[in-house]
């Protein structure tokens, strides 16, 4: 294998999770009276960790409590009907290489989501939030953080992404990308779109993941 560390996102990635957090989303607005399609969401916001500030700047207004709200949304959500991503852990068991989760979500919300499917315990302790950076994605740092945290340097590590943000800052840490198109949430010419930002390769099934991972890579 021609990496010495995979780097996955969460969200979308290893669990089939980003519907779920749209309808979360789109409850918690309306309960501060602003409508959002899921269409806009998932255009705008998927992939970062700057929602609330954004709509916060976009509305002119403040909204206390938005985050312990959506966060009681999703947990109920996750635990009715989270599931991982098809085929992701035999994918896990079949990899030799060392493995690290970077996510923008937060560290309680990835244990919980990832304990939910059985898979916490598959990446504990190396599981890295956007919260331990100054910035999330699309920027790079917190990917350069996990590549330090294991001791890798960015251009021996491989990013596994399925949203566009996570695609630039994994191209801006000068690390190799393969989008992932497997979510319920890609819309048709989402790997189009994926390549355009600088993933190398996409791939639409977990399976053809550690084929990827055996590819000749300049």
């Given amino acids: ?113 990832l304990s939910l499917v059985g898979l916490f315990d598959r990446f504990d302790p190396n599981i890295f939030s956007a919260s331990m950076v100054a910035r999330g994605k699309p920027e790079p740092d917190l990917f350069l953080y996990a590549a330090e945290r294991m001791g890798v340097a960015p251009q021996r590590c491989v990013v596994i992404e399925d949203s566009i943000p996570g695609i630039a800052a994994a191209v801006a840490a000068g690390m190799l990308a393969i989008g992932f198109t497997g979510d319920s949430h890609c819309r048709p010419g989402h790997a189009a779109r994926l390549a355009e930002k600088g993933a190398a390769l996409v791939i639409g099934r977990m399976e053809e993941l550690a084929p990827a991972l055996a590819r000749e890579w300049p």
Avoid at 10 to 38: K, N
Avoid at 62 to 74: I, N, S
Avoid at 93 to 101: F, G, P, V, Y
Wanted: net charge negative; charged share 25%.
């Fill in 1 to 113: 294998m021609s990496f010495d560390l995979i780097i996955f996102d969460c969200d979308g990635v290893l669990i089939d999770s980003e519907l779920l957090s749209v309808q979360a989303d789109i409850a918690c607005l309306a309960e501060y009276g602003i409508e959002l399609s899921a269409e806009e969401i998932i255009e705008r916001y998927t992939g970062t960790s700057g929602m609330l500030a954004d709509l916060e700047a976009r509305y002119g207004r403040t909204l206390p409590g938005f985050g312990e709200r959506y966060r009681q949304l999703v947990r109920s959500l996750f635990e009715a009907e989270l599931k991982a991503i098809p085929g992701v852990a035999a994918v896990l068991d079949s990899l030799a290489c060392r493995r690290c989760i970077a996510s923008s979500s937060g560290p309680e919300g990835l244990r919980h989501a």
